[in-house]
């Protein structure tokens, strides 16, 4: 049986996703992948590479990068580890990806690909929209971070964005649900006793 596994920890901003992709991580000795510091280290890397360059403009500039570009350094990313035998690690795990229904479209499969169809998990943290804004004006000090208005706007994105994603997940994979509207420990024991029909270890 393949053991390896991908888990996609999903959910609005200020669900905690981030905190419980941690948890998993260090709990099945999983490889963390943040697409912020993928692109981070490719625009310091490839300063001599054009299309690299266009890319860290539009991301310095606030503005998305192209989706497709993302993709790609995700699965360059995937390869490496793979040619690494994952570093000893039992799989890969985001918090937050994928963003956008392309980027479900195009790496669902490609996880299912490596890992296995039965191996492939979406974590799902449900947390109401307004319990997600009053969490991340608690926990951040810059203005911008604790302006509504602002927030509204990502949670529209998240809706509009992100849900599509998700639920093409749902339809092409594993995505398991949790009630995010509790503590820390709690959430994430609610996720491993969901886990548990899977044989996760």
């Given at each position: 049986m393949?053991?390896?596994?991908?888990?996609?920890?999903?959910?609005?901003p200020g669900s905690g996703k981030d905190i419980q992709a941690e948890l998993l991580a260090d709990t099945f000795n999983l490889a963390p992948i943040k697409t912020s510091a993928l692109l981070t280290k490719k625009f310091a890397t490839e300063?001599?590479?054009?299309v690299v360059q266009q890319q860290k403009e539009?991301?310095?500039?606030?503005?998305?990068?192209?989706?497709?570009?993302?993709?790609?350094?995700?699965?360059e990313h995937i390869r490496g580890l793979f040619n690494?035998?994952?570093?000893?690690?039992?799989g890969i795990i985001f918090g937050g990806s994928p963003r956008t229904l392309y980027e479900s479209e195009q790496l669902i499969p490609f996880f299912v690909e490596c890992f296995g169809e039965d191996r492939v998990f979406g974590i799902y943290i449900d947390v109401a929209e307004e319990e997600c804004i009053e969490r991340i004006?608690?926990?951040n000090a810059r203005e911008l971070d604790r302006d509504k208005n602002v927030l509204k706007v990502r949670m529209q994105e998240f809706e509009e964005r992100t849900m599509p994603a998700i639920e093409y997940f749902r339809e092409h994979g594993t995505v398991?649900?949790?009630?995010?509207?509790?503590?820390?420990?709690t959430v994430f024991?609610?996720?491993q006793s969901a886990l548990q029909p899977y044989n996760i270890q």
């Open positions: 393949n053991d390896l596994m991908a888990m996609c920890v999903l959910g609005r300063t001599g590479n054009p539009l991301y310095d500039a606030g503005d998305l990068v192209d989706p497709p570009f993302i993709v790609s350094l995700i699965k690494r035998n994952l570093d000893s690690q039992n004006i608690k926990r398991i649900e949790v009630d995010g509207m509790q503590d820390i420990q024991s609610s996720i």
